[in-house]
């Protein structure tokens, strides 16, 4: 079984914490992707996991061993690089072979790995090129190659795709997924952790997302979930596009304050809210969440349109709402097109889809009783 | 309507063909005067070696005859003469003698400055700074000055009158202008590779084995290239420590043919320096490619 465990994992640069002491259960078999801006300690955190920085303190378990003090070779994991990190004096064959050669495995076992991995990857025809001879997708093919040879307990991803352009990006999502599927499928060994900082890979790829800042988790869940649930204001506004929108809001009498607009809930969103004292709230809609009403109905906020995208099937209005710039993403068939910059919209939240955060924690206080 | 249609054009075509014209002919006029500039600074740098060449050919007699570089009766008896030498030995022995110092100060050069500016450029340990402020300290250090303790520590070892002084300070990387060398080009090498092999299972000599050695190759041929041309055209090393004839290297030997005879055959000492540039100038161009690569990389960047 090859779980991957951190407990109260930190890292400290001579002062500088970057990591403060998180804790992370990736499961046998998961797709766990680590998620955050950049900054956020992701890739600090998977290079301890590989054992290239060292741990301050808190421990890493694979399988059942504690690997804290290991070398990342005994480790029993495999590492794909951002760019690749191919040795470029090395042919195709010779890269993908280079740890089972280290380990002296006998020849033939080494030359059937080759194959199989390289019919898997599809890079078969280039196993006598050398690096700088491939494009880059195919050094990214290559560098899966590699991790994919030793059949290592856990994989693990740093940022594989941000050096490709979009389309490649797309299709090597789509490649790495399958594989991880296939893996386990096959029964062997497929525990990943990958690390992105783009929402839509963690979203598309990720059997669980854990998303982080500043060195600390901020929630750890299914990508539907964190969608639905953000457990904060942080979670909220990085997952998702466009960003959830985030106004400052005043709850007094089920009724909120925006600036000079009053927004009174209903009492199926009154009734989720877990912490009535909480006054000072930050409200969220996702963009997605709004609706275009008339000028005469209740529950809407106001605002002028300062510009309209028109992306074929829907519409990015963007909304000036006592001050903030609102998002709103409506259908195009529903979207009047006489509303242009400069006229005022009414626009109606969806109360089942409305969050509101404490302004002070950024805890997400609408989830009670949502289940 | 016609005709006027026509010759507009056509003298629009003429005018810039007179135009095209008189830029190729400035183009010509520039390159030519550049080429000429070029061409003849260079012939001044180059004649002393094209007649030192030219002047081995000559007789005695005809070498400061005139400042032509063409022999007028050519002959080859300077090489003849000057391989045998007034000692026992031919020039051949001394020739030995430069590579019995040459190769082991190129091999221990190469694997002690490896290894030294790998630990500079990717390790950290107490007191680093210290130890590399120190090593660029000593580039700074005249020769000179140490010269005297050198000498007396050699003394005391009892290596005097051998070859273990040349090379040995080099093969325990004494040479700090090469590990400084290696250490600016170690630095401009992204560190994904050797984390990767150290991934793959890689132990810290493997990964400088088999990924920092190979990366390093363009910085490591120049190293040695400068180790080889350094070491042949020194001469103040073996002056020093070397006394039985036996064992000069080709530096002294072509001091010792000026030394012992009364009348100086000339020709034969310049024959003699042709020879012994030889070796040098030959590495050079066939390494020439990556000679320049490995300085412009390891000396301009970082």
């Not at chain 1, 465990?5 to 998180?22: C, S, W």
């Not at chain 1, 890739?43 to 690997?67: H, K, P, Q, W, Y």
């Not at chain 1, 000072?280 to 275009?292: A, K, N, Y």
């Not at chain 2, 030997?253 to 055959?265: N, P, Q, R, V, Y």
Request: net charge neutral.
């Amino acid at each position: 079984m090859a779980r991957l465990q951190l407990r109260n994992l930190e890292k400290d640069y001579g002062g500088f914490k970057a990591v403060h002491g998180i804790n992370l259960d990736v499961n046998d078999g998961e797709f766990m992707v680590l998620v955050g801006p950049s900054g956020c300690a992701k890739s600090t955190t998977l290079r301890m996991i590989a054992g290239l920085e060292r741990v301050t303190g808190g421990e890493i378990r694979i399988g059942d061993n504690l690997v804290n003090d290991k070398a990342p070779g005994e480790r029993g994991i495999a590492m794909v690089f951002q760019n690749y990190a191919l040795y470029p004096h090395m042919k195709v064959r010779k890269n993908l072979s280079f740890g089972l050669r280290l380990k002296r495995r006998p020849k033939d076992e080494i030359e059937q790995a080759t194959r199989d991995v390289s019919n898997i990857l599809e890079i078969g025809d280039y196993l006598e090129r050398l690096p700088k001879q491939l494009s880059g997708g195919q050094a990214q093919r290559v560098a899966v190659g590699r991790a994919l040879i030793k059949k290592p307990q856990v994989f693990l991803f740093d940022e594989p795709l941000s050096n490709l352009d979009a389309k490649l990006r797309a299709s090597m999502r789509v490649r790495i997924t399958d594989l991880h599927k296939q893996l386990k499928a096959d029964g062997l060994q497929s525990t990943v952790v990958y690390v992105t900082h783009d929402q839509t890979e963690a979203m598309t790829m990720g059997d669980r997302i854990c998303v982080m800042k500043e060195g600390r988790i901020m929630q750890v869940a299914d990508p539907v979930t964190l969608y639905n649930r953000p457990a904060n204001s942080f979670v909220a506004g990085f997952i998702g596009s466009p960003e959830m929108n985030l106004m400052e809001a005043d709850l007094a009498d089920s009724t909120l304050s925006i600036g000079s607009q009053r927004l009174p809930l209903g009492s199926d969103v009154m009734a989720r809210l877990s912490q009535m004292a909480a006054k000072r709230l930050t409200l969220g809609v996702r963009p997605q969440h709004f609706r275009v009403a008339g000028s005469d109905e209740a529950g809407t906020l106001a605002g002028k349109v300062s510009h309209v995208e028109f992306m074929g099937h829907e519409v990015y209005l963007y909304v000036k709402v006592e001050g903030s710039q609102v998002i709103a993403v409506v259908p195009s068939a529903q979207y009047d097109r006489s509303k242009i910059s400069g006229d005022t919209v009414y626009l109606a939240p969806q109360s089942e889809n409305i969050h509101l955060f404490d302004r002070v924690s950024g805890e997400n206080i609408s989830l009670a009783k949502l289940d | 309507m016609t005709d006027h249609a026509l010759s507009t054009p056509l003298s629009v075509d003429r005018e810039a063909e007179q135009i095209l014209k008189a830029q190729r002919r400035r183009q010509i006029i520039s390159a030519t005067l550049r080429y000429g500039v070029l061409f003849s600074v260079g012939l001044v740098m180059l004649y002393p070696l094209i007649w030192l060449i030219g002047a081995s050919f000559k007789p005695n007699s005809e070498i400061f005859a005139g400042a032509g570089f063409i022999p007028h009766e050519g002959t080859v008896a300077g090489y003849v003469n000057g391989w045998q030498t007034s000692t026992p030995y031919t020039f051949g022995r001394f020739f030995w003698n430069t590579f019995l110092i040459v190769i082991p100060k190129i091999i221990g050069t190469a694997i002690s400055c490896t290894a030294v500016a790998y630990g500079f450029a990717r390790f950290d340990f107490p007191g680093k700074k210290i130890l590399f402020a120190s090593l660029i300290a000593t580039l700074l250090l005249p020769n000179v000055v140490t010269r005297i303790p050198q000498y007396l520590l050699f003394r005391d070892l009892g290596w005097l009158d051998s070859f273990l002084p040349l090379w040995v300070p080099s093969a325990f990387a004494g040479d700090a202008f090469f590990v400084f060398m290696l250490v600016q080009f170690l630095r401009a090498i992204p560190r994904d590779m050797e984390e990767a092999a150290r991934v793959d299972g890689a132990s810290t000599w493997q990964v400088l084995l088999f990924i920092v050695v190979p990366l390093l190759t363009p910085a490591l041929i120049s190293v040695c290239l400068f180790q080889f041309m350094w070491t042949m055209n020194d001469f103040l090393g073996p002056l020093i420590y070397i006394s039985s004839v036996d064992k000069f290297p080709v530096s002294l030997a072509l001091k010792l043919s000026i030394d012992t005879t009364e009348a100086f055959e000339w020709n034969r000492i310049l024959a003699m320096s042709v020879l012994t540039i030889m070796p040098a100038l030959i590495v050079f161009f066939v390494a020439q490619k990556y000679f320049i690569e490995g300085i412009s990389a390891g000396g301009v960047k970082g």
